[in-house]
């Protein structure tokens, strides 16, 4: 069964499209029948991708050559992310302090936590550099934890793990902590759940999903500094 389903990959690049569309529409459905957050949408995708592709035995190099188009139109959407900016521009200049403040200090407490639990766990120092870039976007975040000698495949199961619980906690942690400025939410989900967690800014409101996307920009640029300091304490 499998080699039939993996030679069907290998001649139809829209199977990977169809098929994790197909598990996010299910999520949709899911969370807002349940309203939980563990029916996340990308939660809901990741799972049922991850279960089919083990039951059914696929190549995960034949499947990630039919999902080249969702990456491709992944890097479309976060380009896009800099046209809500310019139209939450006037906000971006009366808040910058408070934005950039709130960006490093989010970065520099989440190194130290990650310094906390690996000295508490004694982990080897390439899997502490590893978790490093957790809540960095991808393509930054494998770049850091390689140039500080970490494993890149742990470093991406973690920048997953660390997007999807943002995207799926989001909401309630800001109705827990009543936190009502739009800026403060943008940065505390941009800053923590990278572009995952943006998405889910994006649904919560324009400001929020503008200044989120700076944010994981700037925690980005900002993290390949802290993180090769950061890399020299363990």
């Given at each position: 069964m499998h080699e039939i389903i993996n030679d069907y990959l290998g001649?139809?690049?829209?199977?990977?499209?169809v098929m994790s569309v197909a598990y996010?529409?299910?999520?949709?459905v899911l969370k807002r029948k349940f309203k939980l957050a563990i029916f996340s949408p990308l939660i809901v995708a990741s799972v049922l991708t991850i279960v089919t592709i083990v039951i059914f035995d696929i190549d995960m190099e034949i499947y990630n050559k039919a999902g080249n188009y969702i990456s491709f139109m992944l890097t479309a959407a976060?380009?896009?992310?800099?046209?809500?900016?310019?139209e939450q521009l006037e906000i971006l200049k009366s808040n910058f302090k408070a934005i950039t403040i709130g960006i490093l200090?989010?970065?520099?407490?989440?190194?130290?936590i990650i310094l906390g639990f690996s000295i508490l766990?004694?982990?080897?120092?390439?899997?502490y550099v590893s978790l490093l870039p957790k809540n960095i976007t991808t393509a930054i975040g494998l770049g850091i934890s390689?140039?500080?000698g970490g494993y890149p495949s742990i470093t991406?199961?973690?920048i997953l793990i660390t997007g999807n619980l943002g995207n799926a906690i989001a909401e309630p942690v800001i109705r827990l902590f009543k936190i009502e400025e739009p800026v403060a939410r943008g940065v505390a989900i941009g800053s923590s759940s990278h572009a995952v967690g943006t998405a889910k800014a994006l649904e919560i409101g324009a400001v929020e999903g503008a200044i989120s996307g700076l944010s994981l920009a700037v925690t980005g640029i900002l993290s390949v500094v802290v993180a090769a300091v950061f890399a020299q304490l363990y």
């Open positions: 001649h139809s690049t829209y199977f990977a499209i996010y529409m299910l999520g949709i976060t380009v896009c992310y800099g046209i809500l900016l310019y200090t989010g970065i520099v407490i989440t190194m130290f766990f004694r982990l080897p120092h390439d899997q390689e140039a500080n991406i199961v973690w």
